[in-house]
């Protein structure tokens, strides 16, 4: 299992904790009762596991063993989003292969969501059911692969069905917008599609002029890059509230064709800093 495109160490302690148990699941006839009898080795303060069958009902959950033998296939998180729904199209996706989701859900033991980062892989038990195993992580560090994932799935989407295609980019509750991250559209000609922070209709914004705190210009600098590569990563300063010093981002812009034009669809999320 790959974890080097992870920057974090929360992060890849997360897959791995869902891994192993997932093949647990996968070879063990009594995996179930072992994780009922052990809830609190599978709760920690900042992840928990859980297991749902293919329907949305819920076979085990470490942090909220209320929610067992209860079915959540039509559970909404707080800005409207259908979990379940997510984390079956994330199992799909081969751009996704730790299948992440992101939302807004109740951290165990608290009274209001929190924002969290799931992971999850596809197994089948040796009684022969298929099921999902998941892991949650409260308060996430943003991933460049996150970024990535939603990225290549945007100009996927843009390529299979064109047009079309940017009104579910663009619908604030799709996986293409979580918590501060928001993929974007615009062409050569500087015209946006879909804006990183406000609707079209409302302000053109000239993202090939905008400047960060320093001067540079990043949008500029990453379609630059994408002269001679399909892929760029460009890092730009900004000021945050939560810091006195200038933080660091990173857009991540792919180039792409939608109605025989050129496209360029991308998104920013905070710099990892690893520690």
Known sequence: MNLSKYEYRDTRDLVRFVYDAARFAETDTNALEYFRDNRADYCSR??????????????????????????????????????????????????????WVHYSWWKPGSFFPVPKSSCHFSVCTPQGEDLIVGGG??????EKEFIRIIVDDAVALVEKEGESAIDSIDNPVSVYNF??????????????????????????VNLMAAEDISGNRPFEL???????????????????????????????L???VMSGETLFIGAITDLPMPP
């Open 46 to 99: 900042d992840h928990y596991l859980y297991i749902y069958d293919l329907s949305g009902n819920n076979l085990f959950h470490a942090g909220m063993p209320e929610l067992e033998g209860r079915n959540l296939r039509y559970l909404s998180d707080i800005d409207g989003k259908n979990i379940f729904d997510m984390i079956v199209d994330a199992l799909a996706d081969t751009s996704n292969p730790h299948a």
């Open 137 to 142: 992580l409260n308060y996430p560090h943003e």
């Open 179 to 204: 918590r501060d991250v928001r993929v974007f559209a615009f062409r050569p000609d500087n015209s946006v599609v879909i804006s990183p922070v406000v609707q079209d209709s409302f302000l053109q």
């Open 222 to 252: 990453a379609v630059q890059q994408l002269e001679n590569q399909d892929r760029a990563w460009q890092v730009f300063l900004s000021r945050n509230r939560y810091e006195r010093q200038l933080v660091k981002k990173v857009i991540y």
């Open 254 to 256: 792919r180039k792409t």
